[in-house]
Protein backbone atom coordinates (compact mmCIF):
# COMPACT_ATOMS: atom_id res chain seq x y z
CA UNK A 1 0.00 0.00 0.00
CA UNK A 2 3.02 2.30 0.76
CA UNK A 3 5.24 2.05 -1.70
CA UNK A 4 3.27 0.92 -4.28
CA UNK A 5 -0.09 2.86 -4.23
CA UNK A 6 1.57 5.99 -2.64
CA UNK A 7 -1.44 5.19 0.22
CA UNK A 8 -0.77 5.86 4.07
CA UNK A 9 -2.74 4.59 7.29
CA UNK A 10 -5.01 7.15 8.42
CA UNK A 11 -4.08 6.01 11.76
CA UNK A 12 -0.53 4.97 12.69
CA UNK A 13 0.26 2.43 15.10
CA UNK A 14 1.66 3.77 17.98
CA UNK A 15 4.59 1.07 18.29
CA UNK A 16 5.62 2.59 14.54
CA UNK A 17 5.43 6.01 16.51
CA UNK A 18 7.76 5.32 19.27
CA UNK A 19 10.40 3.47 17.56
CA UNK A 20 10.55 6.01 14.48
CA UNK A 21 10.96 8.58 17.27
CA UNK A 22 13.66 6.56 18.73
CA UNK A 23 15.28 5.92 15.27
CA UNK A 24 15.84 9.74 15.07
CA UNK A 25 16.90 10.64 18.00
CA UNK A 26 20.09 7.75 17.36
CA UNK A 27 20.43 8.89 14.07
CA UNK A 28 20.99 12.41 15.49
CA UNK A 29 23.08 10.84 18.45
CA UNK A 30 25.36 8.69 16.01
CA UNK A 31 25.17 10.80 12.73
CA UNK A 32 27.90 13.54 13.05
CA UNK A 33 31.01 11.92 13.25
CA UNK A 34 32.73 15.26 14.04
CA UNK A 35 30.99 15.19 17.11
CA UNK A 36 32.06 11.57 18.47
CA UNK A 37 34.59 13.33 20.94
CA UNK A 38 32.06 14.89 22.62
CA UNK A 39 29.50 12.82 23.93
CA UNK A 40 27.79 15.06 26.39
CA UNK A 41 27.37 17.72 23.39
CA UNK A 42 25.63 15.13 21.40
CA UNK A 43 23.82 13.86 23.99
CA UNK A 44 22.33 17.49 25.45
CA UNK A 45 21.50 17.92 21.68
CA UNK A 46 19.64 14.85 20.90
CA UNK A 47 17.57 15.74 24.02
CA UNK A 48 17.03 18.81 22.91
CA UNK A 49 15.33 17.23 19.82
CA UNK A 50 13.37 14.53 21.62
CA UNK A 51 11.91 17.56 23.01
CA UNK A 52 11.69 19.57 20.52
CA UNK A 53 7.18 20.37 19.34
CA UNK A 54 8.18 19.28 15.82
CA UNK A 55 9.54 15.93 16.56
CA UNK A 56 7.20 14.96 18.97
CA UNK A 57 4.06 16.24 16.77
CA UNK A 58 5.35 13.95 14.12
CA UNK A 59 5.48 10.62 15.77
CA UNK A 60 2.06 12.13 18.49
CA UNK A 61 4.61 11.68 21.61
CA UNK A 62 2.79 13.75 24.17
CA UNK A 63 3.33 15.82 27.06
CA UNK A 64 0.56 14.13 28.99
CA UNK A 65 -0.88 10.94 28.11
CA UNK A 66 -4.45 11.56 27.14
CA UNK A 67 -7.03 9.32 26.26
CA UNK A 68 -6.52 9.81 22.46
CA UNK A 69 -2.68 8.91 22.84
CA UNK A 70 -1.96 5.74 24.89
CA UNK A 71 1.89 6.60 24.54
CA UNK A 72 3.87 7.33 27.30
CA UNK A 73 4.43 11.07 28.19
CA UNK A 74 7.51 12.83 26.48
CA UNK A 75 9.62 13.04 29.28
CA UNK A 76 9.38 9.11 29.53
CA UNK A 77 11.02 8.50 26.70
CA UNK A 78 13.31 11.21 26.59
CA UNK A 79 14.40 10.17 30.36
CA UNK A 80 14.58 6.28 28.58
CA UNK A 81 17.14 7.84 25.88
CA UNK A 82 19.41 9.27 28.96
CA UNK A 83 19.66 5.93 30.53
CA UNK A 84 20.11 4.44 27.47
CA UNK A 85 23.14 6.63 26.20
CA UNK A 86 24.63 6.44 30.40
CA UNK A 87 24.35 2.74 29.81
CA UNK A 88 26.46 2.28 26.77
CA UNK A 89 28.45 5.42 27.31
CA UNK A 90 31.87 3.71 27.82
CA UNK A 91 31.42 1.47 24.41
CA UNK A 92 29.98 4.36 22.74
CA UNK A 93 33.22 6.74 23.08
CA UNK A 94 35.48 4.43 21.21
CA UNK A 95 33.68 3.40 18.19
CA UNK A 96 34.03 5.43 14.53
CA UNK A 97 30.88 6.51 12.68
CA UNK A 98 31.42 4.80 9.17
CA UNK A 99 27.35 5.27 8.36
CA UNK A 100 23.95 6.33 9.95
CA UNK A 101 20.44 5.82 7.98
CA UNK A 102 22.51 5.05 4.54
CA UNK A 103 20.38 3.12 1.84
CA UNK A 104 21.78 1.02 -0.71
CA UNK A 105 20.64 -1.13 -3.45
CA UNK A 106 22.19 -4.24 -4.97
CA UNK A 107 21.31 -6.39 -8.03
CA UNK A 108 20.09 -9.98 -6.86
CA UNK A 109 19.48 -11.14 -10.23
CA UNK A 110 18.84 -10.02 -13.71
CA UNK A 111 18.15 -11.50 -17.63
CA UNK A 112 16.52 -9.98 -20.26
CA UNK A 113 13.20 -9.80 -18.89
CA UNK A 114 13.29 -8.98 -15.21
CA UNK A 115 15.64 -7.28 -12.79
CA UNK A 116 14.93 -8.05 -9.52
CA UNK A 117 17.35 -5.44 -6.87
CA UNK A 118 17.49 -5.50 -2.92
CA UNK A 119 17.28 -2.20 -1.13
CA UNK A 120 18.00 -1.82 2.55
CA UNK A 121 18.57 1.17 4.91
CA UNK A 122 20.85 -0.36 7.78
CA UNK A 123 20.10 1.81 10.84
CA UNK A 124 24.20 1.93 11.54
CA UNK A 125 27.39 1.02 10.80
CA UNK A 126 30.44 1.44 12.46
CA UNK A 127 34.01 0.40 13.77
CA UNK A 128 34.07 -0.57 17.32
CA UNK A 129 37.70 -1.49 18.21
CA UNK A 130 36.98 -5.15 20.11
CA UNK A 131 34.85 -6.28 17.28
CA UNK A 132 35.39 -4.14 14.30
CA UNK A 133 32.81 -3.24 11.42
CA UNK A 134 29.65 -4.48 12.49
CA UNK A 135 25.84 -3.38 11.64
CA UNK A 136 24.03 -2.07 14.54
CA UNK A 137 19.90 -2.23 13.83
CA UNK A 138 18.49 -0.44 16.53
CA UNK A 139 14.97 -2.35 18.38
CA UNK A 140 12.38 -0.59 20.98
CA UNK A 141 10.62 -3.00 23.06
CA UNK A 142 7.96 -2.94 25.78
CA UNK A 143 8.50 -6.59 25.79
CA UNK A 144 11.91 -9.00 26.49
CA UNK A 145 12.50 -11.15 23.07
CA UNK A 146 15.13 -11.74 21.19
CA UNK A 147 15.30 -11.58 17.46
CA UNK A 148 16.36 -15.16 15.79
CA UNK A 149 19.52 -14.05 14.22
CA UNK A 150 19.38 -16.05 10.87
CA UNK A 151 16.66 -14.07 9.51
CA UNK A 152 16.18 -12.05 6.57
CA UNK A 153 17.45 -8.53 7.74
CA UNK A 154 20.41 -10.06 9.16
CA UNK A 155 21.15 -12.23 6.09
CA UNK A 156 20.82 -8.90 3.63
CA UNK A 157 22.32 -6.58 5.30
CA UNK A 158 25.89 -8.88 5.43
CA UNK A 159 25.35 -9.69 2.22
CA UNK A 160 26.45 -5.86 0.94
CA UNK A 161 28.47 -4.72 3.90
CA UNK A 162 29.79 -7.79 4.76
CA UNK A 163 31.20 -6.47 8.46
CA UNK A 164 32.47 -8.35 11.67
CA UNK A 165 29.36 -8.89 13.15
CA UNK A 166 25.80 -7.94 13.28
CA UNK A 167 24.28 -6.40 16.73
CA UNK A 168 20.96 -5.87 17.95
CA UNK A 169 20.53 -2.60 19.90
CA UNK A 170 17.52 -3.25 21.89
CA UNK A 171 16.27 -0.55 24.23
CA UNK A 172 13.46 -1.75 26.73
CA UNK A 173 10.68 0.41 27.06
CA UNK A 174 9.02 -1.59 29.79
CA UNK A 175 8.20 0.99 32.88
CA UNK A 176 11.33 0.03 35.12
CA UNK A 177 14.58 -0.13 34.10
CA UNK A 178 16.31 -3.58 34.70
CA UNK A 179 19.02 -5.35 33.43
CA UNK A 180 17.54 -6.48 30.16
CA UNK A 181 16.60 -2.76 29.74
CA UNK A 182 20.00 -2.29 27.37
CA UNK A 183 21.78 -5.13 25.57
CA UNK A 184 23.73 -5.37 22.38
CA UNK A 185 24.14 -9.06 21.31
CA UNK A 186 26.45 -9.46 18.83
CA UNK A 187 26.02 -12.56 16.07
CA UNK A 188 28.62 -13.92 13.31
CA UNK A 189 26.97 -16.14 10.90
CA UNK A 190 29.40 -19.47 10.20
CA UNK A 191 32.04 -20.04 7.29
CA UNK A 192 29.38 -20.74 3.84
CA UNK A 193 25.75 -19.30 5.67
CA UNK A 194 25.74 -16.15 3.65
CA UNK A 195 26.85 -17.66 0.36
CA UNK A 196 24.23 -20.38 0.72
CA UNK A 197 21.44 -18.13 1.87
CA UNK A 198 22.19 -15.85 -1.51
CA UNK A 199 22.46 -19.37 -3.69
CA UNK A 200 18.65 -19.90 -2.27
CA UNK A 201 17.58 -16.35 -2.67
CA UNK A 202 19.03 -16.17 -6.15
CA UNK A 203 17.12 -19.49 -7.36
CA UNK A 204 13.99 -18.56 -5.50
CA UNK A 205 13.62 -15.21 -8.10
CA UNK A 206 15.49 -17.43 -10.77
CA UNK A 207 11.89 -19.65 -10.78
CA UNK A 208 9.93 -16.78 -9.74
CA UNK A 209 10.98 -15.37 -13.21
CA UNK A 210 10.03 -18.40 -14.87
CA UNK A 211 6.50 -18.47 -13.74
CA UNK A 212 6.22 -14.80 -14.71
CA UNK A 213 7.91 -15.48 -18.51
CA UNK A 214 5.61 -18.41 -18.49
CA UNK A 215 2.17 -17.35 -16.91
CA UNK A 216 2.23 -20.19 -14.93
CA UNK A 217 1.75 -18.66 -11.77
CA UNK A 218 -2.01 -17.50 -13.24
CA UNK A 219 -2.72 -20.91 -13.21
CA UNK A 220 -1.32 -21.95 -10.53
CA UNK A 221 -2.69 -19.19 -8.38
CA UNK A 222 -6.29 -20.35 -9.65
CA UNK A 223 -5.69 -24.25 -9.00
CA UNK A 224 -3.81 -24.17 -5.76
CA UNK A 225 -5.04 -23.03 -2.49
CA UNK A 226 -1.80 -22.31 -1.41
CA UNK A 227 -1.32 -19.80 -4.35
CA UNK A 228 1.61 -19.59 -6.65
CA UNK A 229 4.84 -18.59 -5.04
CA UNK A 230 7.74 -20.91 -5.47
CA UNK A 231 8.19 -22.26 -1.54
CA UNK A 232 12.01 -22.58 -0.55
CA UNK A 233 13.67 -22.16 2.78
CA UNK A 234 11.21 -19.25 3.98
CA UNK A 235 8.37 -22.35 3.56
CA UNK A 236 6.87 -22.00 7.66
CA UNK A 237 6.07 -25.61 8.10
CA UNK A 238 8.34 -28.92 7.67
CA UNK A 239 6.00 -30.06 4.45
CA UNK A 240 8.12 -28.08 2.12
CA UNK A 241 11.51 -28.33 4.09
CA UNK A 242 13.02 -27.31 7.14
CA UNK A 243 12.79 -23.09 7.60
CA UNK A 244 17.10 -22.39 8.19
CA UNK A 245 15.52 -18.51 8.37
CA UNK A 246 13.24 -16.33 9.72
CA UNK A 247 9.38 -17.49 9.06
CA UNK A 248 7.99 -15.04 6.98
CA UNK A 249 4.95 -15.02 8.60
CA UNK A 250 6.78 -13.92 12.02
CA UNK A 251 9.03 -11.13 9.96
Known amino acids: YNYQLNLEPKHNNSAFHIGSY ?25 IALGRSEELCAKYDIREKPSKHSPLEPRD ?5 FIDYAYANWSEDETMETIAVEKGFSWILYEDAQVRF ?7 FVARIPKWGIVIMDHKTQSRFYEKWEVNH ?37 PPGLVEQWQDDVNSTFEELARYYAEGQYLKDFNTSPEGA ?4 RAACTTQFGVCANHKICGA
Do not use: C
Open 22 to 46: FHELLANYYGDPHKLSNQLLRLKET
Open 229 to 232: YPRR
Open 153 to 189: QVMNYWSFVRPNYFVYNYIGLQKEVSKNSFHRPIYQP
Open 117 to 123: ILEGKPD
Open 76 to 80: FYVKR
